[in-house]
């Protein structure tokens, strides 16, 4: 579909490229457009093998050469072969243009599919100018976001205003100086809801009463609900 940013990460300044792709058949997302972050210049299943992939996952402890030295007996559900290398081939054979990021935004306005900020990669680690161009933030569509790049040294907090702080086995606590910030955590039994936080809608436990483009409850600051946990599959 369309390239939105293409330029250095936030994290290394390495080359990283954003798509916008729409049509998802992810029945928990809905129709919302996706937005796959990726380096340019190398395949995201090679990245993962040689780290690379920090340009755009930072310091998550998902990645698959972290979570095992964290000692999680599984990483991030996104497998880099799949989805992401089909968009990264699609890329390289100039199947998607580069469009205004003005006229993104009215397009999203216009057909309020929503869009899901980092269906691979993490939405930090894009200049946040460019989120902002297209209209996260501003209550003209629904979105979704997480990150975990509040581990890494010099992250912007401002990025909490539309991004959930990310939460695993691992970093389950929230660092002092984002005590604001609304999180989404991955639990493994639902007994194990803390107070203040709801499942999530979309989920299985919750029944799946709503999908992430209807629900739009995981806006990080712009929406005032719980925080929200989600048992892991």
Known sequence: MYILYSGPSVYDDKPIVVIATTNSKNPK????????????????????????????C????????????????????VKAFQAPLSVWKAYHRGN???????????????????????????????PLSIWKSIGVGSNEFNH???THAYLTPGFDKR???FLM????????????????ARTFRVIKTVDQVRPGEIICPASEEAGKLTNCQKCGLCAGLMSKAKNIAIVIH
């Not at 997302?29 to 992939?53: E, L, S």
């Not at 006229?103 to 900020?117: C, H, S, V, Y």
């Open 165 to 180: 702080l990310s939460l695993d086995p691992v970093t389950e606590s929230v660092p002092a100086q984002f005590q604001n």
């Open 58 to 77: 930072g310091m998550c402890p998902l990645r698959p050469l972290s979570y095992k030295a964290v000692g999680l007996s599984r990483g991030c559900y």
């Open 159 to 161: 990025y909490l205003d």
């Open 96 to 126: 998607y243009k580069h469009i205004p990021l003005e006229e993104f935004r009215a397009i999203l306005t216009a057909d309020q599919k929503g869009i899901r900020l980092g269906s691979y990669g993490d939405p930090a680690s894009v």
């Open 144 to 146: 979704t976001g997480y």
């Open 29 to 56: 997302t809905g129709t919302m457009y996706q937005t796959w972050i990726m380096r340019q210049d190398i395949a995201p299943h090679d990245a993962v093998k040689t780290n690379d992939d920090s340009s755009v």
